[in-house]
Nanobody, 124 residues
Framework: QVQLVESGGGLVQAGGSLRLSCAAS????????MGWFRQAPGKEREFVAA????????YYADSVKGRFTISRDNAKDTVYLQMNSLIPEDTAVYYC?????????????????WGQGTQVTVSS
């Protein structure tokens, strides 16, 4: 089992920044690729970003490319999502997830473990 706990969400004005963190425990963190997903009210959960177990490969949804950056610190068992130039459409609950798969990381079905989510609200 892997336990994931997100933090760093909150209310921010459009154009602002937030940094989300996801702390992992329970298994060897570096064995897992990690992803961030989000879900807005009335919408399906959607892919935001993912990072390979080593951090050497990153993937982004087109909607956040150039604004968001995913990174990880395997020594701290933590993955981060730096979000800049936030827009109201980024408002959602953000979830981190862990998977032993190394490909097709944009699909939520690939992930074995999920955090409880953290709310991000961007005001206009």
């Amino acid at each position: 089992q892997v336990q994931l706990v997100e933090s760093g969400g909150g209310l921010v004005q459009a154009g602002g920044s937030l940094r989300l963190s996801c702390a992992a425990s329970g298994r060897t963190f570096s064995n897992y690729a990690m992803g961030w997903f989000r879900q807005a009210p009335g919408k399906e959960r959607e892919f935001v970003a993912a990072i390979s177990w080593s951090g050497g490969r990153t993937y982004y949804a087109d909607s956040v490319k150039g604004r968001f950056t995913i990174s990880r610190d395997n020594a701290k068992d933590t993955v981060y999502l730096q979000m800049n130039s936030l827009i109201p459409e980024d408002t959602a609950v953000y979830y981190c997830a862990a998977t032993t798969f190394g490909s097709w990381l944009m699909y939520p079905e690939r992930y074995d473990y999920w955090g409880q989510g953290t709310q991000v609200t961007v005001s206009s």
